[in-house]
C-alpha cells in the first residue's frame, strides 16, 4: 500500500522558516521525482518546487531563493526547506510523487502551514 504523507506544517511569524517533511512507503522512491504544491484558500493548487530522481530541482518564481527542496533516498524521504515566510505563503502543501514512464502519481494529505502574527 502506498503512503505519501507531510508533517512539519504549523503556525509561523513573518519572516520566519518551517521545514516540511514528506515521508513515501510502499514505492520505489529513488526512481519518483518528487514535488511540492499548494492551495491557499479559494485558490487553484499551484506548483511549488520539483526535484527529480537525479536530484534535480526546480522551483516556482514564489519560492526561488527563499524555498530549498531536497530528497534523502535511503529515508524515501523528500524536504522544503522554506525561509523568509510571508502571509501569501499560507496554503495547505501538498507532497506528490511521480514515475511519468509508468505513469504512477501519489499525492499526500497536505500541511497546513499558516504564516501570521
Known amino acids: 500500500q502506498v503512503q505519501v504523507v507531510e508533517s512539519g506544517g504549523g503556525l509561523v511569524q513573518p519572516g520566519g522558516s518551517l521545514r516540511l517533511s514528506c515521508a513515501a512507503s510502499?514505492?520505489?522512491?529513488?526512481?519518483?521525482?518528487m514535488g511540492w504544491y499548494r492551495q491557499a484558500p479559494g485558490k487553484q493548487r499551484e506548483w511549488v518546487a520539483h526535484i527529480t530522481s537525479d536530484g534535480n530541482t526546480n522551483y516556482a518564481d514564489s519560492g526561488k531563493g527563499r524555498f530549498t527542496i531536497s530528497r534523502d533516498n535511503a529515508k524515501s524521504t523528500v524536504y522544503l526547506q522554506m525561509n523568509g515566510l510571508n502571509a501569501e505563503d499560507t496554503a495547505v502543501y501538498y507532497c506528490?510523487?511521480?514515475?511519468?514512464?509508468?505513469?504512477?502519481?501519489?499525492w499526500g494529505q497536505g500541511t497546513q502551514v499558516t504564516v501570521s502574527s
Open positions: 510502499g514505492i520505489i522512491f529513488r526512481v519518483y521525482a
Open positions: 506528490n510523487a511521480k514515475w511519468t514512464q509508468f505513469g504512477r502519481e501519489y
